[in-house]
Every structure is written in structure tokens, then in C-alpha cells.
């Protein structure tokens, strides 16, 4: 019998947990959680209310459960090392190291990895530590920018010019602020060209020398219809029967993946150590190509529901390959996915927790979405919205059309004080992006 613990509780956690439920291999399922949700806590044998960065309370439990394999699913556990202290025990990880995680949080780490290895699909960028060159290099780039702490910011530390920035020397202004305060924890700030295009999240399984790709997906950052309002966790997401997005192709798909493998292979040159774990890259296709915006050392939330919803392959021996370095494939049903986030009133600026929410379990599961509990609480059987998104739902189907019409569809059953995007996987949107790359790609 296998006993594997999950860290984290939300949405991602919920479809991880799911989707190593439906193992043919016999196991328990233990959580250690930030709150309860109540998805996931059905699923568990049993679950534990703690903080996930506390590495060593983390280890505590695993070793009391006599844990054999641990996947971690949010960045800040892995920045905080629990999967280094569990090793400690002996316990296989399916998720980065300390060091490892500083594929997505240092990003200067990132970009300086790459340029030293050669690997291609960079935009111009510099890492720095002292402001005055920022500015000369934010001067000497002559074109818009994007200003990044290269710390963890939880999505919110990214600032472009033409959007949270009005010209050139409110970059340098930004830029100087993340030095001086040490904004995401790092006196460090990474200046890229700023890129035009349509951004997919690519999803890796990988274990050492190995890296398997999963199906594209684009995630809506945005709060609101039509790309428009404050960014985000970000507000649902989608992916099409096959591997790749309707306004892509393969060649972007390969170039992405392509990348990744060289991104893996030149961490264990620099460092000697083998990546574990997932990797996600969030790329753009410009007319120059596809481009690597950010690595982040896990799955997406919500690209792990969409994903995760069409695994074809035991997810769990899937798990147990990247913790022994046997990983070979993964397949998944040719289904498209709509994911769509249900949000607390005000999100992301002042979302209303604590509020009551009523979810009729039995009538998503008629209407054919598939549910998945995100930042909530139940308490005395009640649950309650949280700071973040509340729950996912995804519709799965032939088509993204039709998926979206199955995702739409659950949301009456979900009722409180939440809102969701409505236009995510609509037949409008799409249409959208692919007018957008005929443009990028000069074909219009
Ligand atoms: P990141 O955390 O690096 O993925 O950045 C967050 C978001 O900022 C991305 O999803 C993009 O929408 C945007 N972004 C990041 N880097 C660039 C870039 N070089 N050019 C244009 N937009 C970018
Ligand atoms: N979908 C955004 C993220 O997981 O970072």
C-alpha cells in the first residue's frame, strides 16, 4: 500500500488529489492543507490544518503517516524546502528542491541559466541588482519594457509598459523600488523587451533527463469579459481535443517543449542535480517565434484542471516514475477542457471571504462539469469563500464550444457572492485569438 501525502488546497490540489484517486494502484491518500476543502478532504484517509511552508511540520506529519511519496502542489512550499526536509526522511518528492524551485523563484537565476547555456527563445533581457544599470539598460533597449521582481510576487510583481507602467521612466522608477524594498523578497529585477502575441502554459512531467510534455493550455489572467481589469491568479482556462491550442500549431507546441528540455539540461549542468517534478513554462508565439516568459516549479492553477481532467495515464504511477527517474509518456483523452473560476465578489482587489457559499454537488455532477474545490473553508459542514478563487469548474467535451457550454452551464449551481468570466472558451474569444495570430504572424 503507497501513502502519499499532497501539499496545498486548492483548486490544482483538488484535481491532483482527484486524479491520484483514480490509480489503479492501491493507496492512501493523506493532505496537509492551509484550510479545509472539502474536495479534497473527502478523498484523504486523512488531512492536517497547518502552515505548508513550515518545512519541518510538513516532515513531522509525513513521517507520522509513514509517508512513502509526497507531491507538492503551490510554489511557496517548495520555496520553503519541504521537499528537501522530507528527503531528509527518505520520503521521494514529485516536486523541485530549494534549488530547483529557483527555476520560478529567482528569475534572474532563469534568464542568467539560459543565456549561459545558449538556450534560445529569451526575449532581450538583463538582471540587476543596481538601479543605475536597469536605467541605462532600460535606455540603451530603446523600446517598451517589462519590469519583473525576480522573486515570488504571486502573479502580481510583473509591470509593463502601456499598462501598469506609463512610459520609460516609470520603469526605471519601478525598477529602482524592487531593488530598494526588496520586492519578493530579492534585491533583484529582471528588464525584458516588452513581447506582442498570445501567451500558452506548457505543462512537463520531469525526472531528470526526462521531460513529458502535456497538452497546451491558455489561462485568462485578466478579471474580467474581454481581457479587461486588474490581472489575476487567473480566471479559467481551456485546451482542445488534441495537443494543441486552435491558434497555434505543432511547431510552437515543439519549440516550447524543446525549450523546457533544454532549460532541464542545463540545470543539472550548472548544478549537478536532476529537476523533479513539474515544470510549466509560460510562453508567448511573436512574430519572431515563441518566447519564454516565466518558469514556474509546478503545475498551473487552473492548467492542472485542465489537464489533469483528461489524463489517460495512472497519474499516480506517473508520480512514482519522477520520484525514480523511470518516467517514459503520458497520454491523454482527446477532449477539449473549459475551466472557469468562480471568484469572491471583489477579487482580486478586495475579495469578500468568509461569506457563505452553497454548492449543489449533485447537479454539477448531472450537468457533466466536474468540480473542483479552490481557496474555501468548511466549517461545521458550511463552506466558505476564502481570499482567492473559490472553485473550478470544468466541462469536457469534443470541442472547447461544447466544453464551455457543459462549464457554463454548472455555474447556477455554485451560488454566494461570486462572479466568474463568462467569455473564457466561447466561440467569440477564440475567434479573437485567432485574428490576433493571423495579425502577429502578418497573415492579415
Ligand atoms: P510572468 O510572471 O513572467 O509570466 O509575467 C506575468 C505576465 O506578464 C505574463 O503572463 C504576460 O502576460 C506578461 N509578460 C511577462 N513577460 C512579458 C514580456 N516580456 N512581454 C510582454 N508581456 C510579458
Ligand atoms: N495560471 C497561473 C499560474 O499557475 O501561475
Redesign the pocket.
Known sequence: MDRILLVGNGGREHAIARAIKRSRISHELYAFMEAKNPGIAKLCKGFFIGKTTDARLVGKFAVNKKIDLCVVGPEAPLDAGVVDELEKYGIGCAGPTKSGARMETD?GFTRELLEKYRVRGS?AAGVFTDAKDASEFIDSLGKPV?V?PAGLTG?KG?K?VGEQLKDSSEAKEYAKEVLVKGVGGLRKVVV????EGE?FSLQAFVSGRKVIGTPMVQDH?RAFANDQGPNTGGMGSYSDSGYILPFLRQEDYDDGLSIMKASVEAFRKETGEDYRGFLYG?F?VTKDGVKL??YNARLGDPEAMNILSVIKSDFLEILERIVDGTLKDASFDKKATVCKYLVPEGYPVSPKKNELIEVDESAIERSGAVLYYASVNESDGKIYTSSSRTAGLVGIAETIENAERIAESAVRFVKGKLFYREDIGTKALIQKRIDHMKKIRGHL
Do not use: D, F
Open positions: 528569475k526575449p517589462v519583473k502573479g510583473v509593463i525584458e523587451e516588452k513581447l501567451e489572467k509560460g508567448m516568459l516565466e
